[in-house]
Each structure stands twice: as C-alpha cells, then as structure tokens.
Nanobody, 118 residues
Framework: QVQLVESGGGLVQPGGSLRLSCAAS????????MSWYRQAPGKERELVAG????????NYADSVKGRFTISRDNAKNTVYLQMNSLKPEDTGLYFC???????????WGQGTQVTVSS
C-alpha cells in the first residue's frame, strides 16, 4: 500500500523555522522525484520545492528561494523541507508529492498544516 505521511507542521511566529518530513512506503522511493506543494485558503496548489530521485538537483519557487531547503534520505525513504525565516504568506497546507522517473505514476500525501502568525 502506497503511503506518503507528512509531519512537522504547526503554528510558528514570523521569522521562525519548521522542518517538514514526508515518510514514504509501498513504492521504490529512490525511483521517484519528490516535491513539496502548498495550498493556501482560496488559492491554487503551488509547487514549493522539488528534488530529483538521486538528490542531485533541486528547484524552488521564487518566493521561497534562500529560505527553504529540500533534501532527501533514500535510505530512510524520507524527504524533508527545512523552512526558515517564515512569513505569514507561507501559511498553507503542505503536501508531499512523488513522481515516478519512468512513467506517469505519482502519489500524494494528505498534507500537514503550516500556520505563520504572531
């Protein structure tokens, strides 16, 4: 059974940090590019950061460059998102996505809520 389980969300003050984790199971994690998306209330889901299956390349939304870092540990089947200098506009439901390198298969997690507020 394929599972992506996000954790690490919560309420944080502006300027604070959070580290999100996404634990994968039920598929060959090292054959999937991994990404984090977020969706704010009333807005469309947007790509935040992505990392290739071997972890050699990353990409970021302009709004988070220099503040967020995506990483992965293929031995632990886990992808991370370190979020620093958080802003209120970073508030949203953060989703983990896995996309197969060799086809159209992709998987989504259920999301973890991040709220940045004083």
């Amino acid at each position: 059974q394929v599972q992506l389980v996000e954790s690490g969300g919560g309420l944080v003050q502006p300027g604070g940090s959070l580290r999100l984790s996404c634990a994968a199971s039920g598929f060959t994690f090292s054959s999937y590019a991994m990404s984090w998306y977020r969706q704010a209330p009333g807005k469309e889901r947007e790509l935040v950061a992505g990392i290739t299956s071997a972890g050699w390349r990353t990409n970021y939304a302009d709004s988070v460059k220099g503040r967020f870092t995506i990483s992965r540990d293929n031995a632990k089947n886990t992808v991370y998102l370190q979020m620093n200098s958080l802003k209120p506009e970073d508030t949203g439901l953060y989703f983990c996505n896995a996309r197969y390198d060799y086809g159209l298969t992709e998987h989504w997690g259920q999301g973890t809520q991040v709220t940045v507020s004083s």
